[in-house]
């Protein structure tokens, strides 16, 4: 589980566009994109979806629930539906922290590429939070991310994308279902937030 959150977490907490010389990393058109996750486990599909203009992200974990990235409004959770349904709050000010971190990145492109059949270029990047390389599309789709973090290794690459409408009733909170805190009180995958 904590390489598939170490994966997203590459992607999930990202900026429109960092600089002029880096990708788009935030959708800026409604998609929904299949996964494949390769990292520390067995490799495993995920989805991800976006809603673009609520800056809303929702990524769909097989067997385990879902999470929610409000960007717009800086909150987040994640629904457990095991062994039953769950809601933990996601500390998005540990999240803001790494954001910081991918701003300050160094990209560098590499060139064109298509992957599941869609354009995108590959970039490089390199940071205190480690680094790698991504294949993304002109409109902020990342299709490809590959790159090492903590002492991990792990990736995505994209099977099926799917551009269209997205329900926002999808990435509301559940009514009624019981709250928890998130273990530890940090998010898996991430640093903690450092104190100023």
Same mark, same amino acid.
């Given at each position: 589980?904590?390489?598939?959150?170490?994966?997203?977490?590459?992607?999930?907490?990202?900026?429109?566009?960092?600089?002029?010389?880096?990708?788009?990393?935030?959708?800026?058109?409604?998609?929904?994109?299949?996964?494949?996750?390769?990292?520390?486990?067995?490799?495993?599909?995920?989805?991800?979806?976006?809603?673009?203009?609520?800056?809303?992200?929702?990524?769909?974990?097989?067997?385990?629930?879902?999470?929610?990235?409000?960007?717009?409004?800086?909150?987040?959770?994640?629904?457990?539906?095991?062994?039953?349904?769950? !809601? %933990?709050?996601?500390?998005?000010?540990? $999240?803001?922290?790494?954001?910081?971190? #991918? *701003?300050?990145? +160094?990209? =560098?492109?590499?060139?064109?590429?298509?992957?599941?059949?869609?354009?995108?270029?590959?970039?490089?990047?390199?940071?205190?939070?480690?680094?790698?390389?991504?294949?993304?599309?002109?409109?902020? !789709? %990342?299709?490809?991310?590959?790159?090492? $973090?903590?002492?991990?290794?792990?990736? #995505? *690459?994209?099977? +099926?994308? =799917?551009?269209?409408?997205?329900?926002?009733?999808?990435?509301?909170?559940?009514?009624?279902?019981?709250?928890?805190?998130?273990?530890?009180?940090?998010?898996?995958?991430?640093?903690?937030?450092?104190?100023?």
């Amino acid at each position: 589980m904590r390489s598939i959150f170490l994966a997203i977490s590459a992607l999930a907490f990202s900026l429109p566009a960092l600089a002029q010389d880096a990708p788009r990393l935030f959708p800026s058109r409604d998609v929904a994109v299949t996964y494949r996750v390769s990292g520390a486990g067995p490799m495993q599909e995920i989805t991800m979806a976006w809603a673009a203009a609520a800056r809303l992200m929702r990524v769909e974990l097989p067997g385990m629930g879902y999470t929610i990235a409000d960007f717009a409004g800086q909150k987040g959770f994640a629904v457990m539906e095991i062994p039953q349904p769950m !809601v %933990m709050d996601i500390p998005m000010a540990q $999240a803001a922290a790494h954001v910081r971190a #991918l *701003e300050s990145a +160094r990209f =560098t492109k590499l060139g064109a590429d298509r992957v599941a059949g869609v354009a995108c270029t590959n970039w490089r990047h390199e940071g205190p939070q480690g680094s790698g390389t991504g294949c993304f599309t002109d409109d902020g !789709v %990342m299709l490809r991310s590959q790159g090492a $973090a903590q002492g991990m290794q792990g990736g #995505l *690459e994209a099977l +099926r994308v =799917t551009y269209g409408t997205q329900d926002v009733a999808r990435f509301q909170r559940p009514a009624g279902t019981p709250a928890m805190q998130m273990p530890g009180g940090t998010l898996p995958g991430l640093p903690p937030a450092s104190k100023k």
